[in-house]
């Protein structure tokens, strides 16, 4: 299956709640990141977090690694209707390029 | 500093015409990556070029499509004799540092959505 999947699929919360959403990948990186797209709109970088780091923070996010078990997780705090988009994971893991997974959709209901 | 720059952001091809999409990357960016989104899936890598080089096109498809990243000018992607199935965002990302060196973010474009009809 694809490098970089994730999961839910899909997450619907209430604004104020958290949102986490994890993403697995088979091989060894040395970099993932983590981009959020608002439907039909392009790409934007959110986090990257090097394979010798555990764990980043950047304002409401929070990102954490596990090499050991090929997976990271994204957690949006005290989410807002704005952080309703798709969440992807991004490997380096073959190379030049970024391997994607399929998503997570988030809606937060307000 | 402008970010990444692609047009056009909507094209439209009847099937058997050809499409051309550009990409300007970001100001001192020499390393452009092309990827292709397919409704409801994530974004499938196609093609790394510097200037005046392919340097991997693993994720090209072996007939119709091509790229160019010339010495003057914008990058290319290039897809002739366009088919139903290509109908996709098509997105560009530049980076300031060779991908090989590790940790190196890419920067992406606002993506040109194809239809094919």
């Known amino acids: 299956s694809q490098q970089g999947e994730e999961d839910p699929q899909a997450l619907s919360i209430q604004e104020g709640e958290n949102a986490t959403m994890n993403c697995s990948y088979k091989?060894?990186?040395?970099?993932l990141q983590w981009y959020r797209q608002n439907s039909g709109r392009g790409l934007v970088h959110l986090i990257l977090?090097?394979?010798?780091?555990r764990e980043k923070h950047s304002g409401r996010l929070r990102v954490t690694l596990d090499t050991s078990k090929k997976s990271s997780s994204l957690l949006i705090t005290a989410s807002r209707a704005a952080d309703t988009a798709s969440y992807f994971c991004?490997?380096?893991?073959?190379?030049?390029?970024?391997?994607f997974g399929a998503g997570t959709i988030l809606r937060v209901k307000s | 500093n402008a970010g990444v720059m692609q047009n056009p952001r909507h094209l439209v091809r009847r099937r058997g015409q050809e499409a051309r999409l550009r990409c300007s990357p970001m100001k001192g960016h020499s390393h452009v990556y092309w990827y292709r989104q397919l409704p409801e899936e994530g974004l499938k890598f196609m093609v790394y070029l510097q200037k005046e080089n392919i340097i991997d096109e693993s994720g090209m498809p072996k007939e119709r499509f091509s790229a160019e990243f010339p010495k003057e000018g914008p990058s290319i992607l290039r897809i002739q004799q366009v088919v139903r199935g290509d109908s996709a965002a098509y997105f560009c990302?530049?980076?300031?540092?060779?991908?090989?060196?590790?940790?190196?973010?890419?920067?992406f474009g606002p993506g040109t959505r194809l239809t094919v009809l």
């Open positions: 990302a530049s980076s300031l540092k060779n991908p090989g060196q590790g940790g190196v973010e890419q920067f």
């Open positions: 991004a490997t380096d893991g073959y190379g030049n390029k970024l391997v």
């Open positions: 977090i090097r394979s010798n780091e």
């Open positions: 091989t060894s990186i040395n970099n």
